[in-house]
């Protein structure tokens, strides 16, 4: 997937799209990616992933939260972007609130509930911590 660049070079829309989903006992739902996986193997991370050609971030959570598990917010408000140090856009980050019942995860994905102060002892990615950890100072943006 190629992200669009604006004129100035520097991308116009984020490589991935991930939310932050909570119930409303305002605990987080994670998934613990399975050993074998590409990216962040053995590790909890939100739920979501790349954006295709021409599709929004937007766009890219809500169809990968209908692969990943069966389910579709009914609001995603952006929360944080995730940036790396050299200026890079790596992720957009959407604040959703949980309304689908027991998740249905994709084979070898599990679904974890976790507090927010459950946070500091788990093994996030180093990506989704620096997000949550952002998000929990009041932050916009997070960085890599």
Do not use: K, N
Request: hydrophobic share 40%.
């Amino acid at each position: 997937m190629r992200a669009a660049r604006s004129s100035g070079g520097a991308l116009s829309q984020p490589r991935y799209a991930c939310a932050i989903i909570e119930d409303a006992r305002g605990r987080l739902l994670l998934e613990l990616r399975p050993p074998s996986a590409a990216r962040a193997a053995s590790c909890l991370t939100c739920f979501g992933g790349g954006c295709e050609a021409g599709e929004s971030s937007e766009q890219a959570l809500q169809r990968e939260l209908a692969e990943e598990l069966g389910w579709r917010p009914r609001e995603a408000a952006p929360c944080c972007d995730l940036r790396h140090r050299d200026g890079r856009w790596l992720a957009r980050f959407y604040r959703c609130a949980w309304d689908g019942g027991t998740p249905r995860c994709e084979p070898g994905v599990v679904a974890i509930w976790a507090p927010w102060p459950s946070l500091p002892g788990l093994p996030l990615s180093s990506w989704h911590r620096a997000v949550l950890e952002a998000v929990a100072r009041g932050d916009s943006v997070a960085w890599v």
